[in-house]
């Protein structure tokens, strides 16, 4: 509260004639219900910039809202108050738009911008306006506005434009996959097609030895177009939420010897030595989701390594996680490969050393099943000098 008897007669004067311009602000708004067309209902508070001594007037939610408490504020509220606690970005175009105003070449002051709260966040306010009263020059004298808070508009409005976002990235994600997918798919069966109507229209010239090797290139292409059609399933189902994440108690020396079994036939045709060196210890996961994974592993040290060669299949405990690993002697691969073979977006495939197809799809679902237990897969390769693929599932799984 002002203490008005230290005043001068020309301060008294003063201050009456800037509640004399504030009441008659206050009826009319009164009588109207309503100014610069908005409903007091629901606003954050409504203010009055008396231009002439820089005196502010306002509903206390809003400085309440800022954080402040009335005992906290200065007796005498400046107009500064609150333009000092402007986002630095929006300062200027705040001002810019009141200068404009206060010079008659805008009808209304109408801004949104960002303002600090006493504890350092940020809010959003929607600020309308507008000089209510001039004098003889035409100078200002009262501004009154309307003052929104708007922070959980601007924050849902965020919200929605970073999932639109996220589903723009994932629809191009998307197509681009697809499109991936479908050049693979279209080749497998042009030699499944081709290769057998090949035979039909030349049986009586072809020899047994031709046949016998034209078969085996179908045979081949069928195993791989079939394995990718059986990941793009499973793919497909994890996408859809189809697949049911069911964690058990599994001991991984045994998951690993079942995998190395379903994987030998073909390893046994290029003479390898497959090693399972999976402690006999139980974890908790999924059963089929980590069957996947390791079968798709130990499959592409298969199809990148040559003849002869070794892949092993160790694990470890490291704090709260399970570390496995399944290295190759194998090809290895460039850093630009290593970089994008979890990249659903990336065409990362290229032929084993007996020119096995693969399309990266096994990678990707890998990628999936290991993310559903909450652990992380990633690998270490160099040209010529084999690869290593790491994946890490937390020991406890809810169940």
């Given at each position: 509260m002002s203490d008005y008897n230290n005043y001068t007669r020309e301060q008294l004067i003063e201050e009456i004639q800037k509640l004399e311009d504030l009441n008659q602000a206050i009826v009319e708004e009164k009588e109207k219900e309503e100014l610069l067309d908005f409903s007091w209902t629901g606003n954050l508070g409504h203010w009055y910039w008396h231009f002439p001594t820089n005196t502010v007037t306002h509903n206390p939610l809003k400085v309440k809202t800022l954080g402040y408490s009335t005992e906290e504020l200065p007796d005498k509220l400046t107009y500064q108050f609150f333009t000092d606690k402007l986002h630095p970005d929006d300062y200027e175009g705040v001002?810019?738009?009141?200068?404009?105003?206060?010079?008659?070449?805008r009808e209304v002051y109408e801004v949104e911008y960002r303002i600090q709260t006493k504890e350092g966040n940020w809010k959003y306010f929607y600020d309308r306006g507008k000089v209510t009263k001039r004098d003889e020059q035409g100078n200002p004298v009262l501004v009154a506005g309307i003052v929104f808070d708007v922070t959980e508009k601007k924050e849902a409005e965020k919200a929605l434009a970073d999932t639109n976002r996220q589903l723009q990235e994932a629809i191009q994600t998307r197509d681009k996959f697809f499109s991936i997918i479908s050049h693979d798919l279209k080749k497998g069966f042009q030699?499944?097609?081709?290769i057998p109507d090949l035979i039909l229209r030349n049986f009586g010239h072809y020899s047994d030895e031709k046949i016998r090797h034209m078969v085996?290139?179908?045979?081949?292409e069928a195993e791989t177009t079939h394995a990718l059609l059986e990941n793009l399933f499973e793919w497909s189902k994890a996408q859809r939420g189809a697949i049911e994440f069911r964690p058990e108690k599994i001991n991984i020396a045994n998951l690993g010897e079942e995998c190395i079994r379903y994987i030998k036939p073909k390893a046994d045709s290029k003479d390898f030595i497959l090693v399972n060196q999976l402690e006999d210890k139980e974890i908790t996961a999924d059963r089929n989701m980590l069957q996947a994974i390791l079968r798709n592993l130990l499959d592409n040290g298969v199809k990148f390594s040559p003849s002869g060669g070794r892949i092993q299949l160790k694990g470890r405990v490291e704090g709260h996680s399970y570390h496995f690993?399944?290295?190759?002697?194998?090809?290895?691969?460039?850093?630009?490969?290593r970089?994008?073979?979890f990249k659903i977006d990336q065409d990362v495939s290229r032929p084993g050393t007996q020119?096995?197809?693969?399309?990266?799809?096994?990678?990707?679902?890998?990628?999936?099943?290991?993310?559903n237990h909450g652990g992380s897969i990633w690998a270490d390769?160099?040209?010529?000098?084999?690869?290593?693929?790491?994946f890490t599932l937390p020991l406890d799984q809810a169940h």
């Open positions: 001002m810019q738009v009141m200068r404009e105003h206060l010079k008659g070449q030699h499944l097609l081709g085996g290139i179908v045979k081949k690993e399944i290295s190759d002697e194998g090809q290895g691969m460039p850093r630009s490969i970089d994008n073979l020119k096995e197809k693969g399309s990266g799809l096994g990678l990707i679902l890998c990628k999936e099943f290991v993310e390769s160099y040209e010529n000098q084999g690869s290593v693929f790491h």
